[in-house]
């Protein structure tokens, strides 16, 4: 299976800062790669798909970018609500396979 | 709006079989293009894909939980079901049902704490 190792796994940011996550897949996966946030009692929503295409009603700060084994996913001008858990996701090869998650917190 | 909710029994013991059932509203797990799927979250790790229904009833599954599991649907009451069984303290997760419209999980239900302890 494919295998996504996301960095950081921690990292504590204040408002306005811009942030950079990176996701690395264990093979190629062209750019069948998405980004999900997840915030505490909430379920996971869907912020990019095909690594940099917007999902409908995502803030414009979120964006993504990569293809092949590499990607990231830049949060310019963080905000208070950002605080939460992302995940990176792969649907290129069965199983479906997710990144170990990386957990923002908000100073 | 599609809206999901997850049911089934917070505690189990282990070796016991977990049946939760996914009530989808606002949309048919008949129609088609859709995959209705089961995702577990271990907090502190990452979101695992456990399987998905098609709408024909052609079902996938991780490979990892295939010789445990069974997602079966029942389009008279729009819902679809996850069976896993001989559970451990291992199946101890969030369970979430979602809708996958490729390429991406679109519509999830709130999820449910499935605690494995004897």
């Known amino acids: 299976e494919i295998v996504l190792t996301q960095s950081p796994d921690f990292q504590s940011v204040t408002p306005k800062e811009n942030v950079t996550i990176t996701c690395r897949a264990s093979q190629s996966v062209d750019s069948s790669l998405s980004w999900y946030q997840l915030k505490p009692h909430q379920s996971p929503k869907v912020l990019i798909k095909f690594a940099s295409e917007s999902f409908s009603g995502v803030p414009s700060r979120f964006s993504g970018s990569g293809s092949g084994t590499d990607f990231t996913l830049t949060i310019n001008s963080l905000e208070a609500e950002d605080a939460a858990t992302y995940f990176c996701h792969q649907n290129r090869f069965l199983p479906h396979t997710f990144g170990q998650g990386t957990k923002l917190e908000i100073k | 709006q599609v809206r999901l909710q997850e049911s089934g029994p917070g505690l189990m013991k282990p070796s016991q079989t977990l049946s939760l059932t996914c009530t989808v509203s606002?949309?048919?797990?008949?129609?088609?293009?859709?995959?209705w799927t089961w995702i577990r979250h271990h907090p502190g790790k990452g979101l695992e894909w456990i399987g998905y229904?098609?709408?024909?009833?052609?079902?996938f599954y991780n490979p990892s939980l295939k010789s445990r599991t069974i997602i079966s649907g029942d389009t008279s009451k729009n819902v679809f079901s996850l069976s896993l069984s001989s559970v451990t303290a291992a199946d101890t997760a969030i369970y979430y049902c979602?809708?996958?419209?490729?390429?991406?999980?679109?519509?999830w239900g709130p999820g449910i704490r499935v605690t494995v302890s004897s």
């Open positions: 229904l098609y709408d024909k009833g052609d079902t």
């Open positions: 606002g949309g048919s797990i008949s129609s088609g293009g859709y995959y």
């Open positions: 979602a809708r996958y419209d490729s390429p991406q999980f679109d519509f």
